[in-house]
T-cell receptor, first 111, second 110 residues
Framework: DVKVTQSSRYLVKRTGEKVFLECVQDMDHENMFWYRQDPGLGLRLIYFSYDVKMKEKGDIPEGYSVSREKKERFSLILESASTNQTSMYLC??????????FGQGTRLTVV | QKEVEQNSGPLSVPEGAIASLNCTYSDRGSQSFFWYRQYSGKSPELIMFIYSNGDKEDGRFTAQLNKASQYVSLLIRDSQPSDSATYLCAVRGNNNDMRFGAGTRLTVKP
């Protein structure tokens, strides 16, 4: 079974903190993705990576950065957390052009 | 900006009926198309994928793709209360991105 593991299920951070969300996959997938999900807005693509050290901006990259130093790990970084970044964050991985497999999600609250 | 649009819903059908879910996409270079189901509080899980024009059937589910019209749909036959969930359309572009629609909430009433 494909396993995509996100480091935290729930996280509470203060405004202005630097926040790291970690995602690890065990299937040697080339592609990894970070999304946020808000009610009525579906999954919005923040960043994706198609190879180690390679990254592409999605539709809402502002306020976020990513790191992919190893193939199995893709980190999302909130440089200075703000209340409008309170959301559910979903990580996914996939082989090229095929289905994506999701982690369990991290519900982040910024206070 | 690449867009994926779904009929907003919510959609309510009686048990045993056919549920029809629709999706359009803006990027003509899109390569592959997916339908995911998401139960409340859970992560999305794959139901169907389709790569070529036409219909693809898997049990009670049929996905339809029309690349000329940039349209993909999902039919659920003999709908069951357990099918009640949010259905997400996803589209992969030729640069390996994957974008989702906002989802359609389906309720199947016993």
């Amino acid at each position: 079974d494909v396993k995509v593991t996100q480091s935290s299920r729930y996280l509470v951070k203060r405004t202005g903190e630097k926040v790291f969300l970690e995602c690890v996959q065990d299937m040697d997938h080339e592609n990894m993705f970070w999304y946020r999900q808000d009610p009525g807005l579906g999954l919005r693509l923040i960043y994706f990576s198609y190879d180690v050290k390679m990254k592409e901006k999605g539709d809402i990259p502002e306020g976020y950065s990513v790191s992919r130093e190893k193939k199995e790990r893709f980190s999302l970084i909130l440089e200075s957390a703000s209340t409008n970044q309170t959301s559910m964050y979903l990580c996914a991985s996939s082989p090229r052009l095929t289905e994506a497999f999701f982690g369990q999600g991290t519900r982040l609250t910024v206070v | 900006q690449k867009e994926v649009e779904q009929n907003s819903g919510p959609l309510s059908v009686p048990e045993g009926a056919i549920a029809s879910l629709n999706c359009t996409y803006s990027d003509r270079g899109s390569q592959s198309f997916f339908w995911y189901r998401q139960y409340s509080g859970k992560s999305p899980e794959l139901i169907m994928f389709i790569y070529s024009n036409g219909d693809k059937e898997d049990g009670r589910f049929t996905a339809q793709l029309n690349k000329a019209s940039q349209y993909v749909s999902l039919l659920i036959r003999d709908s069951q209360p357990s099918d009640s969930a949010t259905y997400l359309c996803a589209v992969r572009g030729n640069n390996n991105d994957m974008r989702f629609g906002a989802g359609t909430r389906l309720t199947v009433k016993p």
